[in-house]
């Protein structure tokens, strides 16, 4: 298993422009969450989707939106997109939800700058 | 609110010197800690976590409920232990799913 995947590495868009990015999650792990993660910060919270409904979200507009499809797989989704948007955008997984199964496994991220 | 704080953006140490971490957090119920690594060029990763009790390449975190801390230590430093450190909770939110909120950061710059 490769661990989770993201696309694209990075991604050069302009102001008001959207943004879609994508994550492929462990194989076998039904909870995807996303994080923004701005250069000098710890990863913030933006969404948690399991078994494809939304979970959780995060202090962020209603230009970012989200979804799961039945591979598990997420795409989120930006609009309108703003200067301070450019970030490092990080996909994680898990198992689940409970105790158990709560360890994020992240991937490599996704550099959005925003010009 | 959840809340992690992390009060130090840089600790440097001599190798071979004692290394701690410092994690603060803020939550009402039963929260989950980890401690989190991300070395350079590399994606973040799980060092520990508080159930586990395990130690990790070394590093120790005991989970202190009267003084809400989770900090992260180590004997001995080495020069591979220089990285970014990130201290993250997890707990139920409202809307009853589980929410990890990360801390800023601390860089660990160990001096050979």
């Known amino acids: 298993d490769a661990g989770v995947t993201q696309s694209p590495t990075h991604l050069i868009k302009t102001r008001g422009q959207q943004v879609t990015l994508r994550c492929s999650p462990i194989s076998g792990h039904k909870s995807v969450s996303w994080y923004q993660q701005v250069l000098g910060q710890g990863p913030q919270f933006i969404f948690q989707y399991y078994e494809k409904e939304e979970r959780g979200r995060g202090n962020f507009p209603d230009r970012f939106s989200a979804r799961q499809f039945p591979n598990y797989s997420s795409e989120l989704n930006v609009n309108a997109l703003l200067l301070g948007d450019s970030a490092l955008y990080l996909c994680?997984?898990?198992?689940?939800?409970?105790?158990?199964?709560?360890?994020?496994?992240f991937g490599p991220g996704t550099r959005l700058t925003v010009l | 609110a959840q809340r992690v704080t992390q009060p130090e953006k840089l600790l440097s140490v001599f190798k071979g010197a004692p290394v701690e971490l410092k994690c603060n957090y803020s939550y009402s119920g039963s929260p989950e800690l980890f401690w989190y690594v991300q070395y350079s060029r590399q994606r973040l990763q799980l060092l520990l976590r508080h159930i586990s009790r395990e130690s990790i390449k070394g590093f120790t975190a005991d989970l202190n409920k009267g003084e809400t801390s989770f900090h992260l230590k180590k004997p001995f430093a080495q020069e591979e232990d220089s990285a970014m450190y990130y201290c993250?909770?997890?707990?139920?939110?409202?809307?009853?799913?589980?929410?990890?909120?990360f801390g800023t950061g601390t860089k660990l710059q160990v001096i050979p």
């Open positions: 994680a997984s898990s198992g689940g939800l409970d105790r158990a199964y709560n360890e994020q496994f």
């Open positions: 993250a909770l997890s707990g139920p939110s409202s809307g009853g799913y589980q929410k990890v909120t």
